[in-house]
C-alpha cells in the first residue's frame, strides 16, 4: 500500500512540475518585429504569467484549458538584410547583386513551461495535440519550404546608400495552456504561433 501512495505521489510531481522548456523556429532571429497592439510570448512578465494562469487553472477530467491573450494579431517585420551598399564618391556605380535564398517554413511556433514542440519533416506542432484545443485557422496550418534566385542591377548615386531587405507581414496568436490527466496538471506553460501572410524583398534608397 505504501508504495502505491508513493507511486502516486511521485507521479503526480512529476507531471506538476514547471521546468522551463522553450522551444522556438527562426522568427524569434528576426532583425526586427512591430506590433501595432499586444505583445510576444517573449515579452511575458512573471507578473503576466500570474494573472493569465488563473484562467487556465481550473482541474478537468482531462485535455486542455487554453486562454488566448493575443489573437490573430497583425505584425510587420524585417528578417533580414541581405545587402547593404553605399557610395561616398562622387560618381554613381553600377551595382548588380545576385542572391540564392532558402526561404523556409511559414509557420513558427514558440513556448515556454512545460508545453512541448514537436518537429518532423513534415510540420511543426506542438506535442499533446494542443493545436486542435487552439482551433486555428486554416492558414496557421501551411508551412512551406522553396528556393529563390535572382539578380538585382542597379545604379547607386554619389552620397546614398542602398539597402535591401526581406519584409514581410504576418500574425500572432498567443497566450497561455494547462493540461490535466486524470484531474492532475501534467502541462502549464505559455504558447505563441506566428504564421507569415506576405513576404517580399524591399529595396530602399537613402542620403548619407
Known amino acids: 500500500m505504501k508504495k502505491i501512495?508513493?507511486?502516486?505521489?511521485?507521479?503526480a510531481c512529476f507531471l506538476g512540475s514547471e521546468l522551463i522548456a522553450l522551444g522556438s523556429t527562426n522568427y524569434q532571429s528576426f532583425e526586427s518585429i512591430t506590433l501595432p497592439s499586444g505583445e510576444l510570448l517573449e515579452d511575458f512578465s512573471d507578473d503576466d504569467y500570474k494573472t493569465y494562469y488563473k484562467k487556465v487553472d481550473k482541474r478537468k477530467f482531462m485535455g486542455w484549458n487554453v486562454y488566448k491573450v493575443n489573437s490573430n494579431v497583425k505584425i510587420t517585420y524585417v528578417s533580414e538584410t541581405l545587402f547593404s551598399y553605399y557610395n561616398d564618391g562622387y560618381t554613381a556605380i553600377d551595382y548588380t547583386y545576385t542572391l540564392d535564398r532558402k526561404v523556409s517554413s511559414k509557420l513558427g511556433l514558440s513556448a515556454t513551461g512545460t508545453i512541448g514542440i514537436k518537429t518532423s519533416a513534415e510540420k511543426v506542432a506542438f506535442k499533446n495535440n494542443l493545436d486542435g484545443s487552439l482551433k486555428l485557422s486554416a492558414d496557421y496550418t501551411v508551412s512551406t519550404?522553396?528556393?529563390?534566385?535572382?539578380?538585382?542591377?542597379?545604379?547607386?548615386?554619389?552620397?546614398?546608400?542602398?539597402?535591401?531587405?526581406?519584409?514581410?507581414?504576418?500574425?500572432?496568436?498567443?497566450?497561455?495552456?494547462?493540461?490535466y490527466f486524470f484531474w492532475i496538471r501534467a502541462d502549464r506553460g505559455g504558447y505563441e504561433v506566428f504564421v507569415v501572410t506576405t513576404e517580399y524583398q524591399r529595396l530602399e534608397k537613402k542620403k548619407i
Open 5 to 11: 501512495v508513493f507511486l502516486v505521489l511521485f507521479v
Open 145 to 179: 519550404e522553396d528556393k529563390e534566385s535572382y539578380e538585382i542591377s542597379l545604379k547607386v548615386d554619389p552620397g546614398t546608400q542602398v539597402d535591401l531587405y526581406i519584409y514581410g507581414e504576418g500574425k500572432i496568436t498567443n497566450g497561455v495552456a494547462s493540461r
